[in-house]
């Protein structure tokens, strides 16, 4: 962890007052997700993409915390950051899924 400068904090176990930025930091996920559940309508069953969504949303937004203008996710990867799998949370999806066929002249099987 070193290596990567991350700073370990420890806290107490019972005490989760004590542990302010983590806190916040559920508070303002679950507040995210729930915005993104009441916008397209969806019940309490998909909370966990939600949760999920929320913080692929919140690692990618530029932060104050950072004094440059580089979000989380570039600061972290060293990667430009890519918006184009970006989708509206509650759309329409279609799951694709590979076929598999047996070639029987080769005997061989391949996926389509």
Known sequence: M???KIKQELTSAEFPEKNGISERMNLTLCKSAYTLLYHVGLSKIVWAEAI???AYIRNRVSTSAL???VTPYEKWSKKN???SKFRVFGCIGYELYWV???NWTTGLSKYT
Do not use: G, I, Y
């Open 2 to 4: 070193k290596l990567q």
């Open 67 to 69: 004094n440059e203008s």
């Open 81 to 83: 950051l890519d918006v």
């Open 52 to 54: 999920t969504t929320a």
């Open 100 to 102: 598999r066929r047996r």
